[in-house]
Every structure is written in structure tokens, then in C-alpha cells.
């Protein structure tokens, strides 16, 4: 038998999606990141743009962690594992908190996660306290650090919205909207990580406005208990995949590249627009993206077409 791991865990979660919370969890991260310590970020759901800002932010690699998508067993063993070499875990949500089945709040009672509501405080008073408020205890067993303030436009305002809070609800601090570090999205979410040259300045500036307001101390450990082993088949070995990955192809769950690995694969990477041909391989994964902003340099690599 395994032994239990314990390190500090703290959900980053919000009334819905649009309050701010990938770039609290990544300022979050960068800040305690650039205190000396080794950040595991985790997010709620199936996404691929955000954990590619949240990996810039915390240096570590960041998987999903859902309870329908990858279930208890294995959102288990990765927090434990984390738990291992982390000194902070920060698991980001999805939606509102109780959005969904199973919803964010289900995740974090499951393991005893305590729950960072992160509130847009945009045009708001004494009502941030009620918000606040049916966040910590719509459901009374789901365990609740505090509240941050996203948004917040002075000192004044960000003082009305702490008096607001009722109840000994604790108040974590306040984001302004002034810093000039909000992240910019398109369709599908926010722009892909690698296609903002100044994302590392804007992280560091996120996490100085976060050490001058907010909480900076580590929250307390939760208990992740170990895992039971799983044993994956080799169905897979000797077999070559040829993984297409670059501005293009770029929405890719480390998990499934880990499950490929562990079960034999040998997996190379090619780029279909930078590329001329493919790598020597049995089979091709070409992976979601934005192709359709990239249409015109996929069409023009004709050596590369000739290849696949």
C-alpha cells in the first residue's frame, strides 16, 4: 500500500465563465513560481488553450483534471503524483462553479480541495458580497478558502468589495484591470500561448500586482491518497506516429501523448508548415487547431502535401 501524499491545494474557481479565472490562476502561478517554488497547475474540463498559458505561467506541464472526462481514479493518481515533487498545486475550473455534471465543486469536495472564488468585480458594490456568499455555501460541505476580486478598478473600490463580505468569508485581495495584462481570446478561447511575444512580461506583471494585494502565503496542505496501480498493455510497441505540431496543429492533451508513450509508441514531431516531409512513422496524428488561420502557408508547402 502506497502512502498518502500531502501538499497545499487550492481550486481557482468562479460564478462563470468570463470572470478572469486563467488569469488569476496563471498570476498565481508565475507569483509563487517566482518565489522559488515548484507550481503543478491542473484544469478543470476538456481545454487546450488555456493549459498552454497556464504551462508558460508555472514552467511544469498541465494536465486535465475532470471527473467525467478523466475520472476519479486517474484525476487521483495525477494529483498525487503532483503532490510528490509540488510545494502548490493550483487547479483551475470550469465554468461556474456549479456549472455542469459533474461540476467544478464536485472536483473539489471529491479530494478535499478547498475553493478560490474568483468574482469580476467590474461595476459592482455590496452585491460582490452576495455572490461571494452563494459561492461558499450553496452546498455547505464543499470546502471554501476566500474570494479574490478580479477587475477592480482603485483602491476604494476594492475596499467597498471587501467590506461587502459577510459571514468571516476571507478575503484573498484584488486584481486590478488597470495592469494592462488581461489575455486576449478569439473564438475557441484565448490566443494559443506561443503567439503572444510579450505573455512571460504579462505574467510577471499579473504576479507583482498579486504580491502587492493579495494572500501570497501557501494554503494548507490537502491529503491526496495513493492510487491503485494500473498496468498498460504494450499494444502499441514498436509502432511509429508522426505527431504534427506547430501553429497549426496545436490542440494536444499531454495525456494522450503519455498514453501513446506508455503503450509502446515511438512518437516524433514534424511541422506541416515549417516542415518539407513527414518523419519515417506507420501512422500520422494531425491534431486540432487553427488550420484555417494558417491556410495559406499549409497550401503553399507543396513538399510537404507530396509527403503526407
Known amino acids: 500500500m502506497r502512502a498518502p501524499r500531502d501538499c497545499p491545494a487550492v481550486l481557482i474557481a468562479a460564478p462563470a465563465s468570463g470572470q478572469g479565472k486563467t488569469t488569476v490562476t496563471a498570476a498565481l502561478a508565475r507569483l509563487h513560481r517566482n518565489q522559488g517554488r515548484k507550481v503543478r497547475v491542473f484544469k478543470c474540463g476538456p481545454d487546450f488553450l ?19 472526462m478523466v475520472g476519479a481514479d486517474e484525476s487521483r493518481r495525477l494529483l498525487w503524483e503532483a503532490a510528490d515533487e ?31 472564488g474568483v468574482i469580476d468585480g467590474t461595476a459592482m458594490a455590496q452585491t460582490f458580497g452576495a455572490l461571494a456568499l452563494g459561492l461558499a455555501r450553496y452546498q455547505p460541505d464543499l470546502p471554501f478558502a476566500g474570494v479574490l476580486a478580479n477587475r477592480v478598478g482603485t483602491v476604494r473600490h476594492a475596499q467597498l468589495l471587501e467590506n461587502s463580505l459577510t459571514e468571516g468569508l476571507r478575503w484573498y485581495g484584488a486584481l486590478s484591470r488597470e495592469v ?14 506561443s503567439e503572444l511575444n510579450d505573455l512571460d512580461l504579462r505574467l510577471d506583471m499579473a504576479a507583482a500586482a498579486l504580491a502587492s494585494t ?34 497549426a496543429f496545436a490542440f494536444l492533451y499531454g495525456a494522450s501523448l503519455d498514453l501513446l508513450r506508455n503503450m509502446g509508441a515511438e512518437l516524433s514531431f514534424f511541422s506541416p508548415i515549417h516542415d518539407s516531409e513527414i518523419p519515417e512513422a506507420d501512422s500520422l ?19 510537404m502535401q507530396a509527403s503526407i
Open 50 to 68: 488555456d493549459p498552454m498559458i497556464l504551462e508558460r505561467a508555472s514552467g511544469a506541464p498541465v494536465y486535465q483534471l475532470d471527473m467525467w
Open 86 to 116: 509540488a510545494d502548490l498545486i493550483l487547479i483551475e475550473g470550469v465554468m461556474g462553479l456549479f456549472d455542469g455534471t459533474p461540476s467544478s465543486a464536485d472536483l473539489a469536495r471529491h479530494f478535499g480541495v478547498p475553493v478560490l
Open 180 to 193: 494592462g495584462f488581461e489575455l486576449p481570446s478569439r473564438h475557441l478561447g484565448l490566443v494559443q500561448a
Open 214 to 247: 493579495c494572500e501570497v502565503s501557501l494554503p494548507p496542505a490537502v491529503t491526496f491518497t495513493a492510487p491503485d496501480p494500473v498496468h498498460v498493455e504494450p499494444l502499441l510497441s514498436g509502432v511509429r506516429i508522426a505527431v504534427a505540431r506547430d501553429e
Open 285 to 303: 496524428y494531425l491534431p486540432g487547431g487553427y488550420p484555417e488561420l494558417h491556410h495559406v502557408a499549409l497550401a503553399a508547402n507543396l513538399a
